[in-house]
């Protein structure tokens, strides 16, 4: 369905400007006719004091019929008299048009502040990834012997081969190393085929040395999760590996419920 459209009467229109303002009534010559169009002026008189009077002469475009002419003839002097007299002509087409223009700026405004923050993240991002690469960097250049193991990462490995092998339903580790020697040997005829706990290489940072350990945790059948836990900053590599292995305990602990016999909490 076509839209209605609703035709202003600028005529009308003018003559309730002039006696707004209690200007003399507009007058509308004769047509004139060119290459068979028609073109009239208004003239609308308006005071500029006691005894002068300006009088207004405004054009229409040409037409092929007189009423068109005229009616364009008043529009325009409607524009002169507001330009003169400074009032406002309400027109629903431009408080939509302005409320659209007023929207495209702030759209426009917001649009300019979120490409500032924009650019300045991304400057942050290429900062940092230059810290990253150099870092990678200092990490494949210092490559250290790892020292023997201590006594959190075999123990980690015990849990791991008890807990992937599902032989205990609730799993009671003691921390005694003749017990533990026993259960290990037991836990490795148990399951050949798990993988223990990986160790990375170890991370300096400012004189301190970093490590992670990594443990496979079985979701399923086909699925297992990685748990990586780093260790605190120490100077040896043994400290912060046995950091990270008492970590990985406490990780594995929470998923799995087991208990850590620890004579320091029994009751006296």
């Not at 500032?116 to 290429?126: A, F, I, M, T, V």
């Not at 690469?133 to 008890?162: M, R």
């Not at 748990?227 to 990985?248: F, K, Q």
């Amino acid at each position: 369905m076509a839209a209605v459209v609703v035709q202003i009467c600028f005529r009308d229109f003018l003559r309730i400007v002039c006696q707004r303002f209690s200007v003399s009534a507009p007058v509308y010559r004769i047509p004139i006719e060119n290459e068979r169009l028609l073109s009239v002026y208004v003239e609308v008189k308006v005071p500029k004091g006691e005894t002068v009077t300006e009088v207004i002469h405004c054009w229409g475009m040409p037409c092929s019929t007189v009423d068109e002419t005229v009616e364009d003839a008043a529009c325009r002097a409607v524009a002169r008299l507001r330009d003169e007299f400074g009032f406002e002509v309400k027109d629903s087409n431009l408080e939509e048009k302005k409320f659209f223009e007023n929207l495209y700026e702030r759209v426009s405004a917001d649009y300019s502040s979120l490409r500032g923050k924009y650019k300045r993240l991304k400057c942050d991002y290429n900062l940092l990834k230059g810290y990253y690469s150099s870092f990678l960097a200092e990490k494949e250049c210092f490559v250290i012997s790892l020292p023997p193991p201590s006594f959190f990462p075999p123990i980690l490995t015990l849990f791991f081969f008890f807990l992937h092998a599902g032989v205990f339903d609730f799993v009671r580790v003691c921390t005694s190393l003749c017990k533990f020697v026993s259960e290990i040997s037991c836990a490795l005829s148990t399951s050949d085929s798990m993988s223990a706990p990986v160790y990375e290489i170890p991370v300096e940072n400012e004189g301190l040395l970093s490590v992670y350990v990594e443990v496979e945790v079985p979701k399923g059948e086909t699925v297992a999760e990685a748990i990586r836990c780093w260790g605190m900053p120490y100077s040896t590599v043994d400290e912060t590996e046995e950091d990270a292995a008492c970590r990985a305990i406490a990780r594995l602990r929470d998923e799995f419920g087991f208990e850590v016999k620890d004579s320091n909490l029994e009751p006296k």
